[in-house]
């Protein structure tokens, strides 16, 4: 809104020199404005978040702010999912941008003037950059404003890459495994078959091809399925769900298909902030991949049978059917586990032990389902859709569920928005 100055009919006007007076007193205020303003933010560096209030961004960013060392811009659509509403967006600059358009200049006006009002960012930190369109995008409007790029990429790019899976080898995926077939024909059906995967490389061949060529320094940090607080991907949740209600008439038996691998990684949440923090501050890091997860092997089946034991049920197993008379949420990839012992060598990477990572897990979903009613009922519909074939043995199931619940009502197929 704009604002005038009003004036009282009948005032005497000011001489040429009570205006020069003014103008002086308010040049005066402005630079002491000013002045108190950088005095608040001297010595703080810039960090640019693409993406950020996420599972791991937002996990990330309250460290960060935690050290009260920078001024952070996160650049996203504007979602903020549990409490990251209290945790991260008043604490920094958010600025609302779709990288699905093509012209971020024209669609994410206020990135735009952040970039163009920053002489260097200390980091990029990329934490949805799910399309080589998006990152050639970003490239090109940071230009040399970038110290270093983190690019939080996945344990995927191996399932398009060349190499036998775990299961035949038994060895497991290190980083220079993510080259892509000289086959044509095979390069095609890979990419086809793991799509997330072909563009997750895609991006990190863009950001090399960009270095080559002169560009900023970069870093790829690999994950596996990300477990911890804020989990909200439906993976862990889903068997979780699955063996709380076990005794829920109509409820089947966990079931598992029998391709199932039995061996593959997954990555503990702070795990994967701790090592953002570590290759940000170690230039000698830069221009590499590096593989971080758990060191033990993670089996999905014995997984479950822990899970049970974290609920305090003792004897839930998994049976195997066939695949196509079952289903899978974990593992995302079939390729098998990956090798950290580059990251442990380069910036002295310690994993977190499984099974802390699995009880970290579960307490949270514990706490957050009781206390959280939303949460359990978007939760509790997704997990009967992917669990029931039919809406009749979907309704009977979550109709007993929801009674014994106070406060929930189902409501599937109804609007949430007064919920």
């Given at each position: 809104m704009k604002h005038r100055l009003s004036r009282r009919m009948g005032t005497v006007a000011r001489s040429k020199n009570e205006g020069r007076v003014s103008l002086n007193l308010l040049l005066v205020l402005c630079l002491s404005i000013f002045t108190t303003a950088m005095a608040q933010v001297e010595g703080r560096r810039k960090i640019l978040t693409l993406g950020g209030n996420g599972m791991i961004g937002s996990a990330t960013l309250t460290r960060i702010i935690a050290t009260g060392e920078y001024d952070i811009t996160l650049a996203s659509r504007g979602s903020w999912p549990f409490n990251t509403s209290d945790t991260v967006a008043p604490h920094v600059n958010h600025v609302e941008c779709d990288?699905?358009?093509?012209?971020?200049?024209?669609?994410?006006?206020?990135?735009?003037?952040?970039?163009?009002?920053?002489?260097?960012?200390?980091?990029?930190?990329d934490f949805s950059g799910f399309e080589p369109e998006w990152v050639r995008n970003t490239?090109?409007?940071?230009?040399?404003?970038?110290?270093v790029y983190i690019?939080?990429?996945?344990?995927?790019?191996?399932?398009?890459?060349?190499?036998?899976?775990?299961?035949?080898?038994?060895?497991?995926?290190?980083?220079?495994?993510?080259?892509?077939?000289?086959?044509?024909?095979l390069q095609m059906q890979l990419n086809q078959k793991d799509e997330y995967g072909h563009a997750k490389l895609a991006c990190e061949e863009m950001l090399v091809e960009q270095k080559l060529k002169g560009g900023f320094p970069f870093v790829f940090l690999r994950f596996a399925d990300v477990f911890g607080k804020g989990d909200d991907t439906n993976r862990l949740l889903f068997y979780y769900l699955w063996i709380k209600y076990q005794d829920v008439p109509g409820v089947p038996q966990v079931h598992l298909p029998e391709s199932t691998p039995e061996a593959t990684s997954i990555t503990g949440l702070n795990d994967a902030v701790e090592s953002i923090l570590a290759v940000m501050d170690q230039p000698d890091t830069w221009n590499e991949a590096y593989n971080i997860a758990c060191q033990e092997l993670f089996d999905v089946n014995s997984a479950i049978t822990m899970i049970g034991k974290l609920m305090g049920k003792?004897?839930?197993?998994?049976?195997?059917?066939?695949d196509d008379e079952s289903f899978n949420m974990l593992p995302s990839v079939i390729r098998g586990p990956v090798d950290i012992s580059k990251a442990g060598n380069s910036f002295k990477f310690q994993p977190t032990k499984l099974d802390t990572v699995l009880k970290e897990t579960i307490g949270w979903y514990d706490a957050e389902l009781q206390s959280n009613l939303k949460f359990l009922d978007e939760s509790l519909v997704e997990w009967a859709i992917e669990l029931f074939?039919?809406?009749?043995?979907?309704?009977?199931?979550?109709?007993?569920?929801?009674?014994?619940?106070?406060?929930?009502?189902?409501?599937?197929?109804?609007?949430?928005?007064?919920?």
């Open positions: 990288r699905e358009s093509e012209n971020i200049q024209e669609s994410c006006p206020e990135l735009w003037q952040d970039i163009q009002s920053t002489e260097q960012y200390h980091a990029v930190i490239i090109e409007i940071l230009g040399e404003k970038v110290r690019y939080v990429s996945s344990d995927s790019v191996y399932e398009v890459s060349e190499g036998k899976p775990f299961v035949e080898t038994g060895t497991k995926s290190v980083e220079t495994d993510a080259v892509r077939p000289s086959d044509k024909t003792e004897h839930v197993q998994a049976m195997f059917l066939p074939e039919s809406e009749d043995e979907m309704d009977h199931v979550l109709l007993q569920i929801f009674e014994k619940i106070d406060g929930l009502v189902y409501h599937y197929g109804e609007e949430m928005d007064e919920f």
